[in-house]
Nanobody, 117 residues
Framework: VQLVESGGGMVQTGGSLRLSCTAS????????IGWFRQAPGKEREGVSC????????YYADSVKGRFTISRDNPKSTAYLVMTNLKPEDTAVYYC???????????WGQGTQVTVSS
């Protein structure tokens, strides 16, 4: 079972990035996929998630209107498109797959996003 994030990097304020989260070893379309982030010295916080029923997406207030989450089930991949990035978006971004039915919770290793002013 594995979640692998990619797509992080360094951008200037106002730039964009697309993070990817690819699952293997389990049927990811049966899991809610979430993106979390952790900045230095801060607790990990939820950024966005997408459910399994109707792909309804939820966003933290701090990223609404700037980030978009999506999933491509045949590819076992979820995405987080981040636009109009701000320095306060700088963090390690983690992908999470969660299922209450299977009582399972998986995390990726994280990908660094750095936004310079």
């Amino acid at each position: 079972v594995q979640l692998v994030e990619s797509g992080g990097g360094m951008v200037q304020t106002g730039g964009s990035l697309r993070l990817s989260c690819t699952a293997s070893g389990f049927i990811s379309d049966e899991y809610t996929i979430g993106w979390f982030r952790q900045a230095p010295g801060k607790e990990r916080e939820g950024v966005s998630c997408i459910n399994t029923v109707d792909d309804r997406a939820y966003y933290a207030d701090s990223v609404k209107g700037r980030f978009t989450i999506s999933r491509d089930n045949p590819k076992s991949t979820a995405y987080l498109v981040m636009t109009n990035l701000k320095p306060e978006d700088t963090a390690v971004y983690y992908c999470n797959a969660h299922s209450l039915v299977f009582r399972s919770d998986f995390w990726g290793q994280g990908t660094q996003v750095t936004v310079s002013s």
